[in-house]
């Protein structure tokens, strides 16, 4: 079992983290992603949701058995910053007509995308105008999990009657990370370098835990001895578990830790956690 992520040295840390990485324009993400990978010298490493070669800013890679945490960005939200440019003048009911498009959208996934192209819905949780100058608008733009921005900015063009379409963007947070401590790839090959001669100090502030991205999900603590029974592919049982979130629903993703705070499973709450027997927490990937 793994111990306390506060505790861990460089080399598990490299094995079980995550790196809040501030993408650069021109690659891709899973360009980036190799980057990062051959750097920290691990043999996996997995981003948190696509971004185009042009496209800045937030994306986390996982590195090592955290790999295994991917599916965690597909529950919680996205933030961008994102450039419309429109094609014709801004018209007087810009904000107006941009504020309604807050909510649920039908979208169908552009011709190059990797996913289906069936009509799907996606919510836009935020939608705000930041600034307006000559022909362009400064969005904000809060939404869920596989959200096409560029397809919103071509819907907010035809709904302005200008036409318009997606200029720079910039992703500011993929939940529960954001840009308020985004590491560059230099950043992150500093601190390895730092690392290797015996200062880990920078290493720790450019990598951080894995456990970093599940802070978004529900919490249930389990006994060590159940965690011991979760790595072998027990299911959580009812005895093993010392507390857990109030108010989780049934089916809900949760994340499981020993009381030191290490990461043990992922999971779906199935039973009652106070039950004195039964099944509580189906898992969906064990991380110990």
Same mark, same amino acid.
């Given at each position: 079992m793994r111990g306390s992520p506060g505790a861990r040295d460089a080399t598990e840390l490299l094995e079980f983290g995550v790196v809040n990485l501030d993408k650069p324009p021109g690659p891709s993400a899973h360009q980036v992603t190799g980057w990062v990978r051959d750097l920290a010298g691990v043999e996996r490493a997995a981003h948190a949701g696509t971004l185009d070669p042009k496209v800045t800013g937030c994306l986390p890679v996982l590195l090592g058995d955290?790999?295994?945490? !991917?599916?965690?960005f597909l529950e919680g939200s996205k933030e961008y910053v994102a450039v419309l440019e429109l094609h014709g003048r801004p018209p007087a009911d810009l904000?107006?007509?941009?504020?309604?498009?807050? &909510? $649920?959208?039908?979208?169908? @996934? @552009?011709r190059k995308s990797a996913v289906s192209r069936r009509l799907r819905t996606r919510e836009v949780f935020d939608l705000d105008v930041l600034e307006v100058e000559d022909r362009k608008a400064l969005l904000r733009i809060r939404c869920e999990s596989g959200t096409y921005v560029r397809k919103l900015c071509h819907d907010l063009g035809l709904a302005l009657g200008t036409g318009g379409h997606m200029g720079h963007l910039r992703r500011t947070a993929t939940e529960p990370f954001d840009d308020g401590d985004l590491v560059t790839l230099q950043d992150l090959? $500093?601190?390895?370098?730092? !690392?290797?001669? &015996? $200062?880990?100090? @920078?290493?720790?502030?450019?990598?951080? @835990?894995?456990?970093? *991205?599940? $802070?978004?999900?529900p919490r249930l603590v389990i006994k060590e *001895?159940?965690?011991?029974?979760?790595?072998h592919g027990a299911p959580v049982y009812a005895p093993g578990v010392v507390e857990v979130d109030a108010g989780v629903e049934r089916g809900r993703l949760l994340a499981c830790y020993t009381p030191d705070g290490a990461a043990v499973c992922l999971g779906r709450l199935v039973g009652d956690p106070d039950a004195e027997a039964g099944e509580v927490v189906a898992l969906e990937r064990v991380l110990a």
């Open positions: 955290a790999t295994r945490l !991917a599916q965690v904000e107006t007509v941009v504020a309604e498009f807050e &909510g $649920d959208l039908y979208q169908k @996934p @552009p090959a $500093d601190a390895l370098a730092f !690392a290797a001669e &015996g $200062d880990e100090a @920078p290493l720790r502030r450019a990598v951080a @835990p894995a456990e970093r *991205s599940l $802070d978004h999900l *001895s159940a965690a011991e029974q979760v790595a």
